[in-house]
């Protein structure tokens, strides 16, 4: 029993998505079926687990995207 509750795994090219097919057959079943890998419509799939408030436009959220200061994220507590 691990910790982790989903993986979301957003844009994924063919080498990544034929690694992990070859890297599935080593974990138990549990931990691959915690792991999605998510196509274009990735949107529908991430607001059935995340709040559109805590997403950015780009992800099917509320948030405006973030194009400046990306790396390394800023975090700032507010109020």
């Given at each position: 029993m691990g910790r982790t509750f989903k993986i979301f795994i957003l844009g994924a090219g063919?080498?990544?998505r034929?690694?992990?097919?070859v890297f599935a057959?080593?974990?138990d079943e549990?931990?691959?079926q915690k792991i999605n890998m998510l196509n274009s419509s990735f949107a529908e799939v991430l607001l059935k687990y995340v709040d559109a408030n805590c997403l950015?436009?780009?992800?099917g959220g509320l948030l405006p995207d973030?194009?400046?200061?990306y790396w390394p994220p800023e975090m700032s507590i507010e109020g």
């Open positions: 063919a080498v990544i034929a690694s992990f097919s057959n080593l974990l549990f931990t691959t950015q436009k780009r992800h973030i194009t400046e200061n």
